[in-house]
């Protein structure tokens, strides 16, 4: 079993930016390769995959609405990945949970697939005021 915990969600203007956190503990994240995602779910809208990066941290999943803005990363350890979201706009409001993959397999891919990830935190909100 793996607990995620994300971190570093609040309030901020449009043009600002957050810098989201998730720590994952239990299941050996950092030591399988594990992909571990970025999710969001907007007021009234179903949930988005925003980003991914795999074990290696080589390779990384953007969504395109967040293209160009958000960075995703993983440090060394493996077991913590970070979200960078600049520029941030009104409709990125929302509640981010990181996720990780359902199978060790990615040590060099990212899922591109939703489904592919099964082990949820409970979320950080995070709201963009106009």
């Known amino acids: 079993q793996v607990q995620l915990v994300e971190s570093g969600g609040g309030l901020v203007q449009a043009g600002g930016s957050l810098r989201l956190s998730c720590a994952a503990s239990?299941?050996?994240?950092?030591?399988?390769?594990?992909?571990v995602g970025w999710f969001r779910r907007g007021p009234g809208k179903e949930r988005e995959y925003v980003a991914g990066?795999?074990?290696?941290?080589?390779?990384?999943y953007y969504a395109d609405s967040v293209k160009g803005r958000f960075t995703i990363s993983r440090g060394d350890a493996k077991n913590t990945v970070s979200l960078q979201m600049n520029n941030l706009k009104s409709e990125d409001t929302g509640v981010y949970y990181c996720?990780?993959?359902?199978?060790?397999?990615?040590?060099?891919?990212?899922?591109?697939?939703?489904?592919?990830?099964?082990?949820w935190g409970q979320g950080t909100q995070v709201t963009v005021a106009s």
């Open positions: 996720a990780v993959s359902s199978r060790a397999s990615y040590y060099y891919t990212v899922p591109d697939n939703p489904a592919d990830f099964a082990s």
């Open positions: 239990g299941r050996t994240v950092s030591n399988y390769a594990y992909a």
């Open positions: 990066i795999s074990w290696s941290g080589g390779s990384t």
